[in-house]
C-alpha cells in the first residue's frame, strides 16, 4: 500500500484545514487508518484512526470535537477534517494504515505516507 498526504498549510487560529490521504491497492478498503503528527523537537503522536470499514473511530483527547476523521473506500481516501485549529495543533501531519490493530500507537501500523504540514498562526 502506498499513501500520499495532502491539504496541508497555513491557517490562522480557528480556523479549519481537511487532510486528505489518497491510498494505492485495491485493498486499501481491508485496512484501519491512522493519522498520526509531529511537532518540533517532539514525539510523534496519535491524532485519529479509523476502522477498515468506517464504523468504529477513535480521537486523542486534544483533538476531540474539533477534528473529524472519515473515509471514501470507492476513492481509496481518508480524510481529516480540522476545525477550530489551535496553534499547538501545528506538526507534519502523518497518515499510515494497518492490517489489524485499530490502534494509538506508530508500531501497530505496517505502511506510512509522506507528511504534510500543517501550521496554525496566533
Known amino acids: 500500500v502506498q499513501l500520499q498526504a495532502s491539504g496541508g498549510g497555513l491557517v490562522q487560529a480557528g480556523g479549519s484545514l481537511r487532510l486528505s490521504c489518497a491510498a494505492s491497492g485495491r485493498t486499501f478498503s481491508s485496512y484501519n487508518v491512522g493519522w498520526f503528527r509531529q511537532a518540533p523537537g517532539k514525539e510523534r503522536e496519535f491524532v485519529a484512526a479509523?476502522?477498515?470499514?468506517?464504523?468504529?473511530?477513535d480521537y486523542a483527547d486534544s483533538v476531540k470535537g474539533r477534528f473529524t476523521i472519515s473515509r471514501d473506500n470507492a476513492k481509496n481516501t481518508v480524510y481529516l477534517q480540522m476545525n477550530m485549529l489551535k496553534p499547538e495543533d501545528t506538526a507534519v501531519y502523518y497518515c499510515?494504515?494497518?492490517?489489524?490493530?485499530?490502534?494509538?500507537?506508530?508500531?501497530?501500523?505496517?505502511?506510512w505516507g509522506q507528511g504534510t504540514l500543517v501550521t496554525v498562526s496566533s
Open positions: 479509523i476502522a477498515f470499514s468506517g464504523g468504529n473511530t
Open positions: 499510515a494504515a494497518a492490517r489489524i490493530n485499530l490502534g494509538r500507537r506508530w508500531s501497530e501500523y505496517d505502511w
